[in-house]
């Protein structure tokens, strides 16, 4: 008997991908696609009944989504369907729905130490899955461009694509008492370019949160779980830390070399080299593909997991250029497979080594797309998610 996915497509960057790999790499299973809107994603009535009749009259087996819905949990639960989320962001606050801990969930997430985060809370059915990319479009893509057209267009010694969250939430709270203010940009400063210790687990300390409550009224809807520092230190603090490095990396980056910007976001430094945004799936590649070094920056809440902005440049074939994040470090290796810099200043001693050495940076974007290709496709990431579907239905 066939069995029958209900992918969920709330616009994701990676929906295509995840839908035509699935297409192609989930034998025995046929795909319907449900791309009904909601007005909230913890209770909806119509949005419900519309699924609930989909459900039904496409006898459904199971539901997936990228990311995770307590809207939707809540149907499979009442429908007894396993409910398979693969998130991909960090933090993501609807994970601290009291939801999360119906027993017709499956959640896979691509940080592990969320992963522990969250089972150490009690929740069995949380497992560790790196994210994935479609290295077949991305081999289309390169074999359709020429080399001149490349040079012409997305040429660069340096390119980042990202946002420099300027205007994340902290930097608009201007009404805090100087101690406050004080006490928390001397966090922000001292956790920049530290890695391996996140300091916003223990600083700011208790007493310091009950004043900033004072001035800082943060609510969390019924339902959740997420404490104020969760809240404070994930949607706030590493934001702007994440502002403070890449804004620094960008300047020192720019002071020596080409240092191009793709985003939405604006620059105040005339050295960088703004060049608007790009298309995830045809033009971003492209970036990666002509630029000498592609830099890679981790947003603080993503404690241990590989970014997909990592996966995406070297299924490229682009030269990764990362701080050292944790998983990063463990499924590949450094100066073989990507380059690593654990500060401002070895980044720049990184960036000065490898320009001047364009074989060896051929030779590193050979070999990071090769391990990627290897282990870090949809199809693996699919054959991981449907063994262990196969447990629970």
Not at 184 to 211: F, H, K, N, T
């Amino acid at each position: 008997m066939v069995k029958k996915i209900l992918l969920y497509d709330w616009g994701s960057l990676s929906q295509r991908d995840l839908q035509e790999s699935l297409e192609r790499f989930a034998p025995g299973y046929e795909l319907i696609i449900c791309d009904l809107t909601w007005k909230n994603y913890d209770e909806d009535p119509q949005f419900t009944e519309a699924f609930v009749q989909i459900i039904r009259e496409k006898q459904i087996t199971l539901c997936l989504s990228f990311n995770y819905f307590p809207l939707i949990a809540r149907i499979c639960a009442d429908h007894n369907l396993l409910y398979v989320s693969w998130v991909y962001d960090c933090p993501h606050n609807t994970l601290y729905s009291d939801t999360l801990a119906l027993d017709t969930n499956l959640i896979f997430t691509f940080d592990r130490m969320q992963m522990e985060q969250f089972r150490g809370k009690g929740v069995s059915q949380i497992y560790h899955l790196p994210l994935a990319v479609n290295v077949g479009r991305l081999d289309a893509i390169r074999a359709q461009v020429s080399p001149e057209a490349l040079q012409q267009n997305f040429a660069a010694e340096i390119s980042f694509v990202g946002s420099l969250y300027e205007d994340n939430f902290y930097k608009q709270i201007t009404y805090l008492p100087p101690y406050i203010k004080g006490y928390l940009d001397g966090i922000c400063r001292c956790q920049m370019w530290l890695y391996g210790a996140d300091l916003l687990e223990d600083v700011p300390d208790d007493i310091l949160l009950s004043q900033l409550q004072k001035y800082v009224t943060l609510s969390v809807d019924a339902g959740y779980t997420m404490t104020y520092r969760e809240l404070f230190c994930d949607n706030f603090l590493s934001k702007n830390i994440s502002h403070l490095e890449r804004t620094e990396a960008l300047h020192r980056l720019a002071e020596r070399y080409q240092t191009v910007l793709y985003s939405n976001s604006s620059v105040q430094d005339e050295n960088v080299m703004w060049r608007g945004t790009v298309d995830y799936r045809n033009q971003m590649p492209l970036v990666f593909m002509a630029s000498e070094l592609n830099l890679n920056l981790t947003i603080r809440s993503i404690r241990s997991g590989i970014p997909l902005r990592c996966l995406d440049i070297m299924g490229a074939g682009g030269v990764l250029l990362s701080n050292l994040q944790p998983e990063l470090m463990e499924y590949f290796q450094e100066g073989v497979e990507w380059i690593g810099f654990g500060d401002v200043e070895e980044l720049l001693d990184k960036a000065e080594f490898y320009l001047a050495r364009e074989e060896l940076r051929q030779e590193i974007a050979r070999n990071g797309y090769q391990k990627v290709k290897d282990g870090f496709t949809y199809q693996h990431a699919l054959q991981r998610i449907l063994h262990i579907v196969e447990e629970y239905i």
